[in-house]
């Protein structure tokens, strides 16, 4: 959700020079991420840039392929392809899109992005007079498509097609059980398959000051349970964390405050990196510890510079 252009390419060129593995950007209701990404590809010469993610409802197979393998050239090979279902709030209040079935779509955009890439023609859905076609410009190399799945369904399908999982707001403790789901998937898919990439995207609140890291925090896991749609509460309340959820609705009557209730206060060790230098490292290597390959750090949106720099040079590999 981050919208100042500058901002991000400034991250970009940052991570890179502090040796970071790779830099995502997600797409919300702002910029076109593929088009920062090119900007971010040409500023750049080492670090994989990818999508994390582009959402499955305002693109067709076709232009998710095309963007992928523009980004590809453009890096010299270091692009990532995040694909996910989004949420009811941005497919249907952006896009103006019926938000259903949403594993169903995420499968079939997912496997005809992959035919494309590898330059086969488009699997009609419907047969018409018209030839499928190829994309006229194949990527000379593969191009790895990532998962955001977070529901059960749509890990096995990750673990059935992707080449990484990267799930957004998964608890802690809920990793473990959703790779057993990941190896469930694969077992679906073409022989050999290796086990995705496991990068779950993890929200970051890390500041000197403990009540800044707290605040951050806060509005991560207030805002994304009260006003990002069902799935996030859902998952929640299937991992046993019920009267959490229910506490953090209370205390959040309106989508403009930003509060964790003291007795629900462990769904920030659950589902961010936060704290103080210290606390947040140590909370990263727990995610490591239960299996994490390429935690990703999710940067909060619309804070100060240096508050962000500070996050970056804190948590640097």
């Known amino acids: 959700m981050e919208t100042r252009r500058p901002v991000v390419l400034h991250l970009a060129e940052l991570a890179e020079a502090l040796g970071y593995d790779a830099f ?11 088009v920062l990404l090119a900007e971010v590809a040409t500023r750049t010469s080492r670090i994989t840039i990818g999508t994390g993610i582009l959402n499955v409802w305002g693109r067709t197979p076709a232009s998710l392929a095309m963007v992928a393998a523009s980004l590809h050239e453009v890096s010299g090979g270091r692009f990532v392809l995040g694909l996910g279902a989004g949420s009811p709030p941005l497919a249907e209040g952006l896009h103006d899109t019926a938000f259903t079935a949403p594993v169903e779509r995420l499968g079939g955009v997912t496997r005809q992005v992959r035919r494309l890439l590898l330059g086969e023609r488009l699997e009609q859905s419907v047969e018409r007079g018209n030839r499928p076609l190829r994309l006229a410009v194949t990527p000379r190399t ?4 990532w998962l955001a ?3 059960p369904g749509s890990v096995r399908l990750a673990g059935e097609l992707a080449d990484g999982w990267c ?8 990793l473990d059980g959703g790779i057993r789901i990941l190896e469930e998937g694969m077992a679906r898919g073409a022989p050999g398959r290796t086990r995705p990439t496991l990068a779950p995207c993890i929200p970051a609140a890390v500041a000197a000051d403990p009540t800044k890291a707290l605040e951050m925090a806060s509005w991560w ?8 749609g069902p799935l996030y509460r ?17 205390a959040n009557p309106t989508s403009r405050t930003f509060e964790v209730p003291e007795s ?4 920030l060790d659950e589902l961010t990196v936060w704290g103080t230098t ?7 290597d727990r995610w490591y510890a239960a299996g994490a390959e390429m935690p990703t750090l999710t940067l909060p949106p619309g804070r100060p510079v240096d508050e962000l720099d500070h996050i970056l040079e804190t948590m640097r590999p």
């Open 167 to 174: 799930p957004f707001l998964l608890p802690l403790s809920g």
């Open 149 to 151: 799945a977070l529901g």
């Open 278 to 284: 210290e606390q947040a490292r140590a909370a990263l």
């Open 24 to 34: 995502f950007l997600a797409e919300g209701w702002g910029h076109d991420a593929g």
């Open 221 to 228: 896991v207030s805002f994304y349970l009260v006003s990002m």
């Open 142 to 145: 593969a191009v790895p498509i």
């Open 264 to 267: 629900a206060r462990f769904l």
């Open 234 to 250: 859902t998952t929640l309340r299937r991992q046993g964390h019920a009267r959490a959820v229910e506490e953090v609705l209370a």
